[in-house]
């Protein structure tokens, strides 16, 4: 008789994460820091530590001693089609891996996982499977026309066609949060410093069909981040900003991966050219923000790349200012609930999170939350709007924009 075939396979599954899954100790220390697993009311299968042990237990299934004797047991579909939801209910913020007493790479572990899963035909989770067809129709997930990139700029912003500096606005900023895209222009307009941008050769950064386990649908991702970088290269660019974390986290670390090549160009966040500037003396502040303000460290900006000190140095130069933090801040902050494809996915769990987060700065006596990234501005806003608090919820650029007179609308 036929041995039967493994219910799942390693595909996309590295030797050092299969041994990362038996080194796990189920401490559980991730399951306390946990932001989706907290927010659903503790359901047990989103608990890192139970993602892993399942993952561990198919796998023994499907691989181990019993099974190479007797051949591989049957793992229900049902069964694995409850994990999918479980591995999607995750935003890889990547707080278990900070948390983690084994030292696992979480973020990394969850896509791999994810990208199995829809190898094997079981994910993506609902409507994800269409982002990736979207932005190989569209080259952005909004269905928005690519001539229209362009169509927000205000007549007073002047955009070179050649510069040194090249600003990728992003798709969220540029169709959907335009005051975002307002207040980066203006600004780095008022500080004398010349850029270019793309305009309707700029495509999605590809960081969702990454983030969500579809990396080889089409070679979305990898398209899109090639042609992204050939579009930088031609337009003479030596640095390039951005304003979304994620953008920036897609340009910064998964775009050299696809590509296997180092970029020719530096990537760098707004907030950390602000910061230097700011230690150059090269900014003039006009009016004083006389408000309390807070920030949450977006996790595509801070856990994932490791920049927490620049946003701070900026909003705390400010005049007027009055910093404090979070009791959660920096590695070991709650995630807003936007990442991980489950602002999409799973949107009441994404406002859930962020209700939660909102009330992490509503104990500081904020007047503003502020972020670095409008994924998150957007999710804190709508988790605000939810719990009906009296806290403004503005990204950095914008109050930097406030603070040298300009307008963001």
Request: overall charge positive; hydrophobic content about 40%.
């Amino acid at each position: 008789m036929a041995k039967r075939t493994p219910s799942i396979d390693t595909k996309n599954v590295t030797a050092v994460q299969l041994m990362e899954l038996d080194s796990c100790v189920r401490c559980g220390e991730c399951v306390k820091w946990c932001p989706t697993y907290a927010a659903s009311g503790e359901k047990p299968g989103l608990a890192p530590r139970d993602k892993i042990l399942r993952w561990r237990q198919y796998m023994n299934k499907s691989y181990g001693f019993k099974a190479k004797i007797f051949g591989p047991e049957e793992i229900p579909q049902s069964e694995l089609e409850q994990f999918k939801d479980d591995v999607y209910g995750c935003t890889t913020c990547g707080v278990c891996a900070t948390v983690c007493e084994a030292g696992i790479n979480t973020v990394e572990l969850w896509e791999a996982l994810r990208t199995n899963l829809v190898k094997k035909g079981i994910g993506p989770y609902g409507k994800l499977g269409t982002i990736p067809k979207l932005i190989k129709q569209y080259h952005n997930a909004y269905m928005l026309d690519q001539k229209d990139r362009l169509a927000w700029v205000p007549t007073d912003v002047k955009i070179a066609d050649k510069a040194d500096i090249l600003y990728f606005t992003g798709c969220t900023a540029g169709y959907k949060q335009l005051s975002l895209a307002f207040a980066t222009s203006r600004v780095l307009n008022k500080l004398g410093i010349k850029f270019s941008m793309l305009g309707e050769e700029e495509w999605c950064c590809g960081s969702n069909p990454i983030r969500t386990g579809q990396i080889d649908y089409e070679d979305v991702a990898r398209e899109a981040a090639r042609h992204n970088v050939e579009a930088i290269q031609k337009k003479g660019a030596k640095k390039v900003l951005f304003a979304c974390a994620g953008c920036f986290r897609a340009a910064k670390v998964d775009w050299p991966r696809l590509l296997g090549k180092e970029l020719p160009f530096e990537v760098i966040h707004i907030t950390q050219f602000l910061a230097d500037l700011i230690k150059e003396d090269k900014i003039k502040w006009e009016k004083p923000i006389n408000k309390t303000v807070t920030y949450h460290d977006p996790c595509h900006l801070g856990r994932h790349v490791g920049v927490f000190n620049a946003p701070r140095f900026v909003l705390s130069h400010i005049p007027g200012v009055k910093f404090v933090e979070m009791e959660r801040s920096k590695e070991f902050q709650r995630c807003c609930g936007a990442g991980g494809g489950v602002k999409a996915g799973m949107p009441d769990l994404a406002v859930a999170i962020g209700e939660a987060r909102v009330k992490d700065a509503l104990e500081t006596d904020a007047d503003i939350l502020s972020s670095a990234c409008p994924f998150c501005k957007r999710n804190l806003s709508d988790g605000r709007d939810s719990l009906k608090a009296d806290i403004v919820v503005e990204d950095v650029i914008e109050l930097v924009a406030e603070a040298l007179g300009l307008s963001t609308t």
